[in-house]
Structure formats: C-alpha cells, structure tokens
C-alpha cells in the first residue's frame, strides 16, 4: 500500500509540474483571425436568383455588390459565378454554380481570413478541428474547410494581395446550432482556434428564440477577432425555419429594415417579437436564404 501511495503521489507531482508547459503551449497557439469584417457568410443560390437575391439584400442593409465574376472556387472542376456583397451589417460570398457542386460545398457556413493559411490549418487540427477538404489554391489565394466537433463546417481563407475591408457598423453573428453531446468539445475548440471568450452562458434561455415558447434551452456567446458566434445548444426539434438561418444581422432600426426587405421582395417567416434585449424578426431572401435579423433594445 505504502508502494503505491508513493506510486501516486509521484504521478500527481509529475503532473503537476507539466501544467505550466501545458499553460505555456495552449498560450502558444497562433492568432490567425484578422477581423469580423472579413467573416463572410457563404450563400448559394440557383443562378436565376443571383441578381434578385443581390438586389434584396442591399435594399435591406445598404451596402453593394462587387463585380461578378465567373470561376472555379473548389479543388475540383466547377463553375459558378461569385461576387460579393459588403453591407454595414455583414458580408455574403455569393455562389450562384453552373454545374453540379462538388462535395462537401455548399455545407459550409461562412469563411474566415487567416493570416496564413498553413498556420490556420495546423491550428485549427490542433484544436481538435477535422480538415475536411485540405488546403486549395482559388483565383485569389488559398481555402480550407474545416468541421469543428458537433459537424459545423467553415471555410478559412488567405488572399495573395491582403484585402482591406471597412470595419462593419454592427459585427453579424455566426448562429451555430449544435447538440448536447457536443457543445463541450466544439466550446473549447473554437475557443481554441479563436482564442475567442465566453461572453455568456445561458442554460435557460427563452425558447421562444429557436420557435417553443413554451421551453427554454442553453444560449452560448462567443466573442473573438473572427466576430461574434452564437450556439444554440438544442435537442434537434426545430420548427420551421429555425436552424436553417446561419447568420444573425444586427440592425439600428428592425422595422424600418423590414419594411425595407418587403419593398425588396424578402418573406418575412417570423414576425418581430421581444427576447430579453432584443427585438427579433426572421426572413427568406430570393433563393431560399434564410436569415436572422435584430435590433437591440436601447438599455435604460
């Protein structure tokens, strides 16, 4: 017994005198993000609703398109025509393909710029990330997918010429929806890879915000030089259109953004309704994109 007490206590002292290097390691991790206003949300529509969904979206939140252009922006042979959109409230990538869409694109949410795109990848599969589509050269940099515990995919990005975007007047969130068995390890993932923070943790949330009113369910915030990130830790029952929304704009006035999006065509899927700070509303834009907007309440 005495053996093995002596046995014990020299594993917790070796241990023990690893967590600084442990420490050490994790503070290590590169910082790859540049900036919330190169977070782009990837939006896919079918070609007939590139220009109804361009021009919805602007009359919405202001902003313009940059020119189209033609290309291959996968590892594979396809063509799609890409642009895009830059508004105060956030950027889309808009991908309306002339061919089939190779796997797995299409399921990933948005993309990041690194600031090297070999560094990003190295850290991102340290931090517990699965590459799934190593990295690529496109007509202006290099790409990489990558899925974070949970299933959540996103694209990181690098541009030959680094690109300078305005700063955006409200920061978009990027709203994730992941299961209870997997919120854990995808928190401490991209906290990781981001070396973002935990802003709150609510674990009684108002259902009403994922479509029960009657329930609530666990809300976390996430803040990092990428921008904000939202996961919704939900059991799978979603009514419509819940969970098919990827991005969270902030606007300074919901109705008027409302108003504006009716005149534009959009659908509106969820009328406003008050959640603690915010009011909130859903909507569809031509071809099927689906999105969150909201207006913070003014705090007395």
């Known amino acids: ?14 241990l023990m005198s690893l967590l600084p290097v442990v420490s050490v390691a994790l503070d290590a ?12 949300t990837h939006v896919y529509v079918a070609p007939v609703d590139v220009d109804p969904f361009v021009k919805s979206f602007v009359a919405t939140f ?73 990295t690529f050269p496109d007509p202006i940099g290099r790409d990489a997918v990558i899925q974070w515990p949970g299933g959540v995919n996103m694209q990181i990005y690098w541009h030959t010429t680094p690109p300078s975007y305005k700063a955006f007047e409200f920061v978009p969130e990027n709203r994730v929806y992941v299961s209870r068995d997997r919120i854990e390890a995808f928190t401490k993932s991209f906290l990781a890879f981001s070396h973002g923070k935990v802003i709150s943790d609510d674990s009684r949330a108002p259902g009403v915000e994922i479509g029960r009113p009657s329930d609530s369910y666990r809300r976390i915030r996430i803040e990092s030089t990428f921008g904000k990130l939202t996961a919704l830790v939900t059991d799978g029952h979603l009514p419509y259109p819940y969970a098919r929304e990827i991005t969270g704009y902030e606007v300074g006035n919901l109705r008027d953004t409302l108003s504006k999006a009716k005149a534009a065509g959009i659908t509106v899927l969820v009328d406003p309704y008050v959640s603690e700070d915010r009011i909130i509303a859903m909507v569809s834009f031509p071809g099927g994109y689906v999105a969150e907007i909201h207006e913070i309440k003014a705090r007395k």
């Open 1 to 14: 017994m005495k053996r093995l007490l002596a046995s014990v206590a020299t594993t917790l002292g070796l």
């Open 29 to 40: 991790s590169p910082v790859v993000a540049v900036g919330s206003q190169y977070d782009t």
């Open 62 to 134: 202001g902003g313009a398109s940059t020119k189209q252009v033609v290309a291959t922006v996968t590892p594979t042979p396809s063509s799609t025509t890409s642009q895009l959109i830059q508004t105060p409230a956030g950027t889309v990538s808009l991908f309306g393909f002339r061919t089939p869409i190779p796997f797995p694109f299409g399921a990933e949410r948005t993309g990041y710029l690194v600031t090297d795109i070999d560094v990003a990848v190295k850290a991102a599969r340290a931090a517990g990330a699965d590459v799934i589509v190593d």
